[in-house]
C-alpha cells in the first residue's frame, strides 16, 4: 500500500493545535450540526462552494460510517472532529480534518469501497471520501478506536493524477465495506 | 410514515405514473422514512415512478442506496424509475458514484411524465 502525504500533513497535528475541534456523541440526530459547521469554516477559509460541498460530505459520509459500522449505531459513543486549516501552497487554501472514535479496531487496509461496476446499496461512503478529498488515510489509535485523517485544498493538484494518492482502494475487501 | 424533521414526502399519482416528490434532505437519519415511501409507490404497481429531486438540498450515500433499491425492484418488476430535478451537489454524488448512467435522469417532473 503506497499512501502520498501532502507535504507538512504528516507532522501538522503534531506542531499545533487544531483551529476547531468538535466532541460529539454518535447520535445521528447531530450530522447535519457537524456538517454545517464544517462547511460554514471551509466557507471562512476561502474554499470555493464545490470544496465546501465536498468537505461537508465527505465529513458526513465518515461519520455515517462511524456510527452504522464503527459503533453499530450505538449513540452514545464518542467522537472528536479536529481541524487545522492549511496555508496556500499554491493549490488555494486547505483544511486538515482529523475524525477519531473509539470503535473496535480494523485493519485500515480491510476498509474498502465497493467495486462500483457492482451496482447495489451500500459500500459507497468510502468511494465517495476517497474521491471528494485530495488525501484519506485511516490508521488504528491507541490503545483502541480509529483515526481518520482528511486533507481537502481548493484547487486540484496541477499535472497528470498521482494515482498514488488514492491507493486505499481494496475492492477484493468487501468484508470491510463502508 | 411519520416524517422526520428534515424530510417531508409528498406522493400523488399521476395517471400510470406515481410522483414521489420529497422535500429537505436525504441523509442517514430520512433514508429509512424515504424507503417507505418508494415503498408504497411500487405497491402501487405504477408503469413509472418518478422520484422529483427538486425539494433536496442534500443528498449522501444512505440516500442512494435508497434509490438504488428502488432501480433494482424497478428492473425487477418492470417499470421505470425516472429522478428528476437533481440540483449540483445531488447530481455531483451520483456521478463520484458512477451511477448518473445507471439511473434515468431528467431535468424536471414534467419531462419524467412525457418521456
Known sequence: MTVSRPAGAETLVETRSPEVTLHMCSDPRFLAGARGLLSSVAEKAGLSATSCAQVALALDEALCNVIRHGYKRRTDAPIWIKLWLLPDSGRGPGMQIVIEDEAPHVEPEQIAGRDLCDIRPGGLGVHIIREVMDFAEYSKRQPVGMRLTLVKYDRPKAGPADPADKTLENPAARAGER | ?115
Request: no cysteine; net charge neutral.
Open chain 2, 1 to 115: 410514515m411519520a416524517d422526520q424533521p428534515g424530510l417531508t414526502v409528498r406522493f400523488e399519482q399521476v395517471g400510470k405514473a406515481v410522483v414521489v416528490t420529497p422535500q429537505g434532505e436525504i441523509a442517514y437519519s430520512e433514508a429509512p422514512q424515504f424507503r417507505q415511501w418508494l415503498r408504497k409507490a411500487q405497491d402501487a404497481k405504477p408503469e413509472r415512478i418518478v422520484v422529483d429531486l427538486t425539494g433536496i438540498e442534500y443528498m449522501n450515500t444512505p440516500g442512494v442506496a435508497t434509490l438504488v433499491e428502488a432501480l433494482q425492484m424497478a428492473k425487477k418488476n418492470r417499470y421505470r424509475l425516472i429522478l428528476a430535478g437533481l440540483n449540483t451537489n445531488v447530481r455531483s454524488v451520483f456521478e463520484v458514484a458512477r451511477l448518473h448512467t445507471v439511473f434515468e435522469i431528467v431535468e424536471t417532473k414534467d419531462a419524467a411524465l412525457a418521456s
